[in-house]
């Protein structure tokens, strides 16, 4: 079993559509949980970090369930700059910060 | 962003060769990583390293080796290079202590070996 799974996708969705990944982490120890954003051949990029009490941030929310192990990210009213691959990124205590990726969920966004 | 760059960004090598991927970034940052990533799959770390001279075995280690002698500079080198190392190579550096625990990203090295 991988240490962190998410769901490939892809997810083709409308512009202004809402739409949600998730994504289920093995370790219960980890510590730190993180949405990376991917375009296309690029470097990832931080979207944003996800707290225990849920986040916020303009159009995306990510939500952290601890005891069933996974974690959310919510998309709304998406735009067609929104099209990219998202990896879920799990970091353990342990300060060096050894960060584990999911394989991405791709989304597409169509006019 | 950071600043962190990879060198080279192409690199076309054949079966047996060695091969040295460089990264450099100019933040102070403690902390480097190498992944590699692969079609349809998320990034795999290779090493890792938390400080000068300190480095450690990442999930993919086998067929791999880091150094890192000065801050900035973090080497990975492809022994005797295989074509199953084909591959997208990422650099990542992180500060330490970072609230956000952000990972900063080079642009990454296309390594096709034949």
């Known amino acids: 079993r991988k240490e962190v799974e998410q769901d490939p996708g892809p997810f083709n969705v409308p512009e202004g559509a809402t739409v949600a990944f998730n994504c289920t982490y093995s370790?219960?120890?980890?510590?730190?949980f993180f949405w990376y954003r991917q375009d296309c051949r690029k470097e990832p990029k931080l979207l944003m970090s996800v707290y225990s009490s849920g986040n916020e941030d303009g159009r995306f929310t990510a939500q952290l369930n601890r005891a069933s192990q996974y974690i959310s990210l919510l998309i709304r009213d998406s735009k067609l700059s929104d099209s990219a691959t998202y990896l879920c990124?799990?970091?353990?205590?342990?300060?060096?910060?050894?960060?584990?990726f999911g394989d991405g969920t791709t989304l597409t966004v169509k006019p | 962003d950071a600043g962190i760059t990879q060198s080279p960004r192409h690199k076309v090598t054949e079966t047996g060769t060695p091969v040295t991927l460089r990264c450099h970034q100019t933040e102070n940052h403690r902390y480097m990583y190498w992944y590699r990533q692969d079609p349809g799959h998320g990034l795999r770390l290779i090493h890792y390293?938390?400080?000068?001279?300190?480095?450690d075995k990442g999930e993919v280690s086998d067929g791999y080796s880091v150094s890192r002698s000065k801050t900035e500079d973090f080497l990975l080198t492809l022994e005797s290079a295989t074509s199953s190392q084909t591959s997208v190579y990422f650099c990542?550096?992180?500060?330490?202590?970072?609230?956000?625990?952000?990972?900063?990203f080079g642009s990454g090295t296309q390594l096709s070996v034949l």
């Open positions: 390293s938390y400080g000068v001279k300190d480095t």
């Open positions: 990542a550096s992180r500060e330490a202590g970072a609230l956000d625990e952000k990972l900063f």
């Open positions: 990124v799990v970091k353990g205590s342990n300060n060096a910060g050894k960060s584990t």
């Open positions: 370790n219960s120890a980890s510590q730190s």
